[in-house]
């Protein structure tokens, strides 16, 4: 990228994270990347240009030698990370330098973090099943490979457990590159994360970059764009397949609230930045396959105090091909991973897309557990008793159901003792069949929790006398 010629400008005012500098020359264009003259450099990148002579910045990653009066240089360019094949198995921040306890790189080639997404005429569309090997998720809410999924939830439903399980299942038989993006992480996910996938084997073919909670709102709003740029390296430059894996979009939101509260911008609804469906676009859009590789993504989206309404939520649902709903009530009732699959919705789930056993399967299940959520005020009030037989019938193959799309999780195995197990989509056909089509009736539905295949059940038992 051609830099144009550089100027030093002053700072001239400091407040909250916000710097204006006041340049003699030409301005720095917005999005520029100054650094001032001390050692270590402090980033601001600009903001905006709220007057003649005036450029103001973010604060990247402030310092106490920050001060007015403090000489700044103009780059002539963005923020830039490095890319190329060394960067795989190694942690970066938002700024491409190493945070992990290796060697250091080399000179690498740079590229800007802000880049243009694909133009539509040469996007692709894969339409090809992303097997987890989660029951839950490949039955009802399959990922499509090339696509992109939430997994939306609250404080404590499981949503990073959810994404560390996918990492384990997925990244292990991965043929690509895995970008992991944290967004607000805390630090002790992060060293964790990045222990268990060393621990794991698949380091060699991943990449990190963290912004972490305690970071300036700038590093935590910019570190989604540098993740990308080095994902957009590997789809087209080393033409490889990517799985970039987010945790946590809302973080993002929020960051980019934090930055528009700070350059005076008035707020929008629910004290959101006015800039929220621009901003989210900007990021959501980048994720996307081409001829040349699939970029696929796995995202966590936390949903403040549960409202599925909240802009945050409703403007990333717009962007996925699979919305993966994570429920408190299931989590309360120690159903794990706490799915909830009346509200979890994929593209992928039609007969066009999916086999049409794999459609009639899925339909089946999610009709009776519908059934069941009808049921459950009748329950409550009068009694299983008082149901007709085929009512009960439905009711305990929903519990049974229930129970059997829990999962023991590799990633929990230290927590709960439980082995963790991996079910290939065809088990999972199967199983779901076979409880269908009643051959089960006779079991308990406590058989039926934290197991894999429906192998594990062993023989069925002789049917009970009054099962339908």
């Known amino acids: 990228m051609k830099q144009r010629d550089t100027g030093i400008g002053h700072i001239v005012r400091l407040g909250g994270g916000i710097a204006d500098i006041r340049f003699d020359g030409a301005l720095p264009a917005i999005t520029t990347r100054l650094v001032t003259l001390t050692d270590p ?47 795989l198995g190694r942690i970066f921040n938002v700024f ?58 609250g404080a404590g439903v499981g949503k990073t457990v959810l994404i560390t399980e996918m990492i384990h299942n997925m990244v292990a038989e991965y043929d690509g590159v895995s970008l ?43 570190v989604g764009h540098a993740a990308l740029t080095m994902a957009e390296y590997f789809r087209d430059d080393m033409r490889r397949n990517v799985l970039v894996l987010i945790d946590n979009i809302f973080r993002f939101v929020q960051a980019g609230a934090e930055v528009s509260g700070l350059l005076g911008r008035i707020p929008s609804r629910v004290g959101y930045q006015p800039t929220l469906g621009t901003e989210l676009a900007d ?4 994720i996307c396959s081409t001829e040349r590789g699939t970029m696929t993504s796995i995202q966590a989206v936390y949903v403040p105090a549960d409202d599925f309404t909240d802009p945050a939520a409703t403007h990333t649902f717009a962007h996925l091909s699979a919305s993966i709903v994570l429920s408190r009530k299931k989590a309360s009732e120690g159903l ?118 429906i192998e594990d059940l062993g023989e069925p038992t002789e049917a009970a006398p009054d099962a339908a």
Request: hydrophobic share 35%; charged share 30%.
């Open 41 to 87: 450099e402090i980033v601001i990148e600009v903001a905006g240009l709220p007057g003649e002579g005036l450029a103001r910045g973010l604060v990247m990653n402030p310092s106490p030698g920050l001060r007015i009066g403090l000489a700044v240089r103009d780059t002539g360019a963005p923020i830039e990370v490095p890319v190329g094949e060394e960067v």
């Open 96 to 153: 491409g330098d190493i945070i992990d306890d290796g060697p250091p790189l080399g000179d690498l080639p740079r590229r800007p973090i802000l880049r243009a997404p694909v133009p539509l005429s040469e996007r692709r569309v894969e339409g090809v099943i992303f097997e987890t090997g989660i029951k839950a998720i490949d039955l009802l809410s399959p990922l499509e490979r090339g696509g992109k999924a939430g997994l939306f939830g």
């Open 180 to 222: 992991f993006c944290g967004i607000g992480e805390r630090s002790r996910e992060a060293e964790e994360l990045y222990r268990e996938m060393g621990e794991a084997g698949v380091l060699k073919n991943t990449v990190m970059m963290f912004g972490q909670m305690n970071e300036s709102p700038g590093v935590r709003f910019r």
């Open 283 to 286: 990021l959501e859009e980048r």
């Open 336 to 453: 794990y991973p706490a799915i909830d699959p009346l509200k979890s919705y994929s593209r992928m789930l039609t007969p066009g897309t999916v086999s049409p056993r794999h459609y009639r399967i899925a339909r089946g299940v999610r009709s009776t557990l519908a059934e069941y959520e009808d049921l459950k005020d009748i329950i409550a009030m009068l009694g299983l008793e008082e149901l007709s037989e085929r009512d009960r019938a439905t009711v305990r193959q929903a519990r049974q159901l229930e129970r059997f799309l829990t999962q023991p999780f590799f990633s929990t195995e230290a927590m709960t003792g439980n082995t963790g197990r991996f079910v290939p989509l065809e088990q999972t056909l199967d199983s779901c069949e076979r409880i269908l089509g009643g051959e089960f009736l006779g079991r308990d539905e406590g058989d039926f929790y934290m197991i894999g295949a």
